[in-house]
């Protein structure tokens, strides 16, 4: 029986049968159909017995390359990752099948943990075969797993010259990607528009990619293109929506940014930073109730939300709503938030709304915190000239002054009271 018709046996699950004749191949002196017999169950997935006749043949060729390369193959498959050492260790370095070995030391060393050993493997490898392809792409994605991207540019570049993809990994795609990881976005931006020319998997993580580094390139216009490709093709993909929305505002379309921060939210109701942004849009569009709502879902969704919370809260002091300043800190607090911003919070929505003995209560708790912020002194100060606490309103604009000797308006102060 040939080896096709033992193929055939054991495709159709004739495994008995097939057994037979494998052993009576094994037990022959036919070196090369042994050989070729173990690489053709190896290729089917019957590993333990293309290892019996490749063992078969170490015990007649014990330094035969080729054997203890296609041993140590079939013994990584089995999970045997120490063995597969042992055999490719043992085949000499003037050997064909040295290089080969060296692959796939870095390889294995790689999957073990031992990244030093793998790259000091494949540097070597690369000495051997300086012009081999598979070599460098070997190195350029250990250094691309490991994080050391402008050695893995270096390579990658090489290799794109006259390789476009090696294993079905796009070289366009990982050059590009590498450089953003390096901050060079517009570098990666030819790269990109080469791998989605290439692609044609549809993949929208590159697509996200493209769009983001374009983004981060100030090429708002290729951003807002890219992200709008995505969204049609995949919509749940969340990460878009925040992105997409930023590109727009950075091209002056606020209205667009508004109306995609508000798909992003109905996409992805539990962002909360979705909401916050939209928030923040709508404010400057000047739809105070809208970012008032935005922000209120977005605490509901994190309640320590604390962003939001003050963001809210100064929009509030904004909109002259004092008393919902009052009950968003109290509700806040309640649940056991804090900040030190909530008692200027008070204190200033306390003091709008006449409360002046809350109100410098919270802007002690306040000063505490914020003694050298000019803003909050200022106001501080004025409180206190309004509540004639002269003497405290003295202290606080000395500090003003102090930092800020030629103004007028705080020497009146200090000389009238």
Do not use: C
């Not at 091209?251 to 667009?256: A, G, I, S, T």
């Amino acid at each position: 029986m040939n080896i096709e018709t033992i193929r055939k046996k054991l495709l159709q699950g004739e495994w008995e049968e097939a057994k037979t004749h494998i052993n009576l191949i094994k037990e022959s002196q036919n070196d090369e159909d042994i050989f070729t017999l173990a690489e053709e169950l190896a290729s089917l997935g019957f590993m333990e017995e293309a290892k019996e006749l490749f063992e078969e043949l170490e015990k007649r060729y014990p330094e035969e390359g080729e054997v203890l390369f296609s041993l140590a193959e079939v013994s990584a498959e089995l999970g045997n990752e120490e063995e597969a050492l042992l055999y490719l260790e043992k085949i000499e370095n003037d050997d064909p099948m040295y290089p080969g070995a060296l692959l796939l030391l870095g390889d294995l060393y790689q999957a073990m943990g031992m990244e030093e050993v793998s790259v000091r493997k494949l540097l070597e490898a690369n000495v051997i075969l300086p012009d081999e392809p598979i070599v460098k792409f070997a190195l350029a994605e250990l250094y691309y797993q490991q994080g050391n991207f402008r050695e893995a540019v270096e390579l990658y570049t090489y290799i794109s010259q006259n390789d476009s993809s090696i294993n079905g990994i796009s070289i366009n795609k990982r050059l590009a990607l590498s450089l953003v990881s390096l901050g060079e976005f517009e570098e990666s931006l030819p790269y990109f528009n080469k791998a989605e020319r290439e692609d044609n998997d549809n993949d929208v993580n590159l697509l996200f990619e493209y769009g983001f580094a374009a983004f981060h390139a100030g090429e708002y216009v290729t951003a807002i293109a890219k992200f709008s490709d995505l969204k049609e093709m995949d919509p749940a993909y969340h990460s878009l929506y925040m992105y997409l929305a930023m590109a727009y505002e950075e091209n002056k379309d606020l209205q667009m940014a508004i109306e995609v921060a508000e798909e992003g939210m109905k996409e992805d109701p539990f962002n909360k930073e979705i909401f916050l942004y939209g928030a923040e849009l709508a404010s400057k569009k000047g739809d105070s109730p809208k970012a008032i709502k935005w922000l209120s879902e977005a605490i509901a969704i994190d309640p320590g939300y604390l962003e939001a919370i003050l963001t809210l809260g100064k929009l509030y002091l904004h909109e002259e709503q004092y008393s919902e300043v009052i009950d968003l800190v109290s509700s806040v607090r309640e649940m056991g938030e804090e900040d030190p911003q909530f008692d200027w919070l008070m204190a200033t929505a306390y003091s709008e709304l006449e409360e002046y003995e809350q109100a410098l209560s919270s802007y002690r708790e306040a000063y505490q915190h914020f003694m050298e912020n000019k803003e909050f002194l200022h106001e501080y100060g004025y409180f206190l000239l309004e509540d004639s606490k002269f003497e405290e309103a003295r202290s606080i604009f000395e500090k003003l002054l102090k930092d800020d000797p030629s103004n007028d308006e705080y020497l009146d102060i200090l000389e009238r009271i």
